[in-house]
């Protein structure tokens, strides 16, 4: 007969807002969890670097400073890695897998700039890696790509997946504030940092971004990999001009299977992050303050669209401890869950490649013959119109061009183009559209 | 050195709408799903009724008529139920279980009526037991309560389920339409079948109901639990009625925790299918046409919602898929994937005990004393008002009323004694309120 499991000891790497949320689960719901694993789970370590720092409900005994010690201990089963950044996070979770332990991490600027050297040592080591709390907090997104739609065939994920940002262009939309006022007011309600540029500048979204293409499209894209662009030139203009369209101006993380003419499986991907207009009638137009949607199309699926609290201790808290379970299910049960499996290894494309829409608002001169001109500058490159529409007169006159579908690079030389001609006194606006084909 | 694993050979019974696209996909998918599961996947027999029917793309050779046959074979390793209904289901999923084989399901009637049988003989044999279509078509829901929120304490879960349902009150919500104009659009769509029964009666709704209700409280519940009731009593004055409210009326599936005042898994579960009104600001509330989204409330995760196209071939093909992957490679790993526990055993509450909130219309005379009276027939059964409004003048008067939250028995008795009063004419509509606290 096979012997009574004792319990499972779990090691915790980091104990701030999420850490200390996880030690909170870990003794809340202890009941529950051992009847859903089959076994208790205990906490063996947390390895902190200021061990003096009060932190509610954590027993002080269990802190460390030595993490390397910690993570290599013959007792623990299970690592869980709240710490973030690059150093010594990477180098922990190695060790941990190479003496045999499994890892939960809610890294996600380590996943997407270095996720492969993870991966690897994974496979190497038969160990199990879960990290559903690095992309969008609780919602529970990475296990759906990982396993519910691996039988089908995903074309794009369009996604909100930073809280900051929506939560800045969502006042700027409802309240017609301009950028620096509704940053200020982001972060006097503690939803933005003191410095915001890994949110504003889209570096959150990008590492975001990566981890989702990776899953999606089984082919290895990093960080660097990501077309970035922020939101902090989004200006009032921009968004009363998407209101215009009947749009809405949201940061978009956008992976995409780009199709080839003979072969499903496309040329390439195209991963970017950058402030567009989607119509007000598409599902994530409605994602308000600083929820997260995360918006699926697949084959055979169809539109799916997950939506939740995408940061905070306690969600994240939420998501590390479903891995958790996973992963000591499959501790008990002696095998691993699912690796990652990069196999289609699709090139990333540039982004002068990507082939989005354009709206560009022009402040002209009101003359004769001004239309025309500023047509040829789209022909010129090969941009063909959707729509033109001319608003104001005289001194204010302005034009404003929606365009169909055309490579980013056409797209953007036509906008240099317009910059160059005189009866342009300034190009007023320039986002791209997305949302619809 | 461990052999290399020869293909996992599959039995498909039933080969309909799903069942031909599960088998498109299987051909469509072969390579990548093979690089997914670690082996190649194999159809090794079609159970049919009518093998002389024409099925576009199916190879006769495959087909056959003896399904108990099919199911006992040795060279099968997973069997894929998609017939619906209980029986032969259930037998040939039991004689399948028993010989060793591991089953997927899109059978929400089974699984809400026995699924304890099914569970107990998955468990017995160690066979996987997998039905993420059986709910929602393809939108990834049971795997996330299953799996990414099995650390969290699910408080609510409130969903559109049926997508036939959702038309019909989305027609008359959009156009004003009449509950039978409504349903023969959808029938001329074929959102509705001839026989609208299942869907319009809430059956549907109530299976599925049954089978989230047991995923997210690890309880037992069955269909025969659920309190049901149908859209064919919503009128269009009921839909008016929740727009003067800023309403919309939503036929919902409700699983709810009943907290007890002492302890926090509650003292029992609330599991309800009716009409309702909730507010134009939930998310649930710009659920249009056809579409399926479930909204879950769980005290770390906050409030998630998971949205897309609830039935249809394709769809529920890809929710097939999606378990056929996870199933393939538990079977190549030599270990099942977690069997369900309903350890919790919370007792399923009757509908008198829920706590709901009741908006009601009166036609009432228009005479000194009548809201006295209307307040005394709500004090007697110590219902508390929320709100009340005068509505229109002498033969038109009528009066709108909102409760607090009240046990519905105490609410339904309130119905009745105002239908016994003089002043009320006639007691225009009675609808309950959810989505807010």
Redesign the interface.
Known sequence: MKPERGPLRVALLGCGVVGT?VVR?LRE?AA??A??VGAPLELAGIAVRRPDRVRAGVDRSLLTTDAQALVTRDDVDIVIEVIGGIEPARTLMLEAMKTGKSVISANKALLAEDGATLFAAAREYGSDLYY?ASVA????LL??LR???????VHRVLGIVNGTTNYILDQMDTHGAGFNDALEEAQALGYAEADPTADVEGFDAAAKAAILAQLAF?TPVTAADVHREGITEVSAADVAGAKGMDCVVKLLAICERVPSEDGRNGRGVSVRVYPAMIPRSH?LA?VREAYNAVFVE????????????GA?G??T??????D???VA?NVV???PG?VE?T?AKLPVLPMGETVTRYYIQLDVADEAGVLATVAEAFAQHGVSIQAVRQVGLGEEAQLVVVTHRAPDAALSATVRGLRGLDIVREVASVMRVEGEE
């Open positions: 949320e689960l719901q529950d969890l009847a859903r559903e907090g609780a919602i529970p296990r759906p396993e519910s739609l691996v039988g089908d065939h089984h599902p409605s697949a084959e055979s699926a169809g539109s799916l669209m997950f939506y939740g609290a905070g306690a969600p808290a939420s998501a590390v401890l479903g958790l379970v996973a299910r049960g002696g095998t699912p499996v196999y």
